[in-house]
């Protein structure tokens, strides 16, 4: 065997980033982020922002090895923001396709799963044997779950949701009846349609679908550690203009020339995901989060030699503005109870 790619110490690695130009201003620093988090994830991830030339490979001059750590590090902090507030989406999802279940068929498994309260399409068949499995295996890999069917040999629909995956949730979902499908869509998109959007039947559908798709995808590409750096997203999970506009958002997306950009990128998830949770509290810290970690590296120009943090994750400067405005819009520029409007109001002073 003669391979490309042979086996190298962590010493024999830092010298191969040494030779194609990089700056290690302290070795033992470097040895032990190789050891954390692998040559690959250090240098082939982010090696798009510091590369002067592919053939033969050599980086920009003045290159450091913190320049490369530090973009892995911020990676790292974005994918674990955007994760968490994606756990979020996950459990309205859960709570929100129960309560319609329950309160639709019965609370008794035998009969909250059966066949017929579903779509009979062929597409669907599998998603529902999914969702009966995901149910069978919570019973005995699920404490809370495990109990139920101990203690009362029944597992209501808001237990077994709980001992279920977001993709088996996702699936619940998908093989409702259009009827019990827009009553979950309608409590996630609550305040969009409160504040004047007309959004028609199918437009209502496919604009949900897409925002669930877009979280759900993203929550797959950060479990299994894939980078958020310039992250695209597939043609089908990308926010359809005329959605946005019938919805009132496409102000609150970037536009080149008049035309709406960044709908499959990191932004269109960051939106999506202010779309799908309905709580202005958490809205108020996701923007926050990310508010503090963009204005942390913003004001350092060398951080990235000739790009910036913004460069990184392919995002506008004023994007946190754009979040702002939406916020805004979506949560104080509508009639709610007085209570509701008083902490919206604190909020609009925060920001």
């Known amino acids: 065997m003669n391979p490309k790619h042979p086996y190298l110490t962590f010493e024999k690695q830092l010298r191969q980033l040494e030779n194609r130009g990089i700056i290690v201003n302290d070795k033992s620093f470097a040895i032990n982020a190789l050891q954390n988090f692998s040559y690959y994830s250090l240098s082939n991830g982010y090696k798009d922002l510091f590369l002067a030339s592919r053939s033969p490979e050599k980086f920009k001059d003045g290159t450091t090895f ?17 994760f968490k507030y994606s756990l979020i989406v996950e459990k309205q999802l859960k709570t929100a396709v129960s309560h319609v279940v329950a309160k639709s068929f019965s609370i008794e498994e035998t009969r909250y799963l059966n066949p017929k309260n579903y779509s009979t399409t062929k597409a669907q068949r599998g998603k529902f044997s999914d969702v009966q499995k995901a149910i069978d295996e919570a019973k005995y890999k699920n404490p ?15 237990i077994a949701i709980q001992g279920i995956s977001f993709g088996s949730a996702v699936n619940w979902y998908s093989i409702l009846r259009e009827p019990h499908k827009l009553e979950v869509i309608d409590s996630f998109l609550n305040l969009i349609l409160k504040s004047g959007a007309i959004l028609k039947l199918e437009d209502r559908k496919h604009f949900f679908k897409i925002c669930l798709e877009q979280v759900y995808e993203f929550r797959n590409l950060s479990a299994h550690g894939n980078r958020t750096f310039k992250l695209q997203l597939p043609e089908k999970q990308r926010q359809v203009p005329r959605y946005l506009k019938s919805a009132k958002l496409d102000k609150y997306y970037p536009a080149q020339d008049g035309v709406i950009i960044s709908r499959d990128s990191i932004f269109s998830i960051i939106m999506s995901l202010l779309i799908l949770i309905n709580d202005a509290f958490v809205s108020r810290n996701l923007i926050n989060e990310l508010d503090k970690l ?6 350092d120009p060398n951080i990235f030699i000739d790009s910036s943090i913004y460069d990184l994750f392919g995002l506008e400067p004023n994007f946190i503005e754009f979040l702002v405005s939406f916020f805004n819009y979506l949560n104080c520029q509508i009639k709610l109870e007085k209570n509701y409007l008083l902490i919206c109001n604190v909020l609009h002073e925060y920001f």
């Open 294 to 299: 963009f204005e942390f590296y913003a004001d």
């Open 144 to 158: 809370v779950c495990k109990y139920y069917m101990d203690t009362e040999d029944n597992l209501p629909p808001w």
């Open 66 to 82: 913190e320049m490369l750590y530090t973009a892995n590090w911020l990676d790292l902090s974005m994918s674990n923001i955007l």
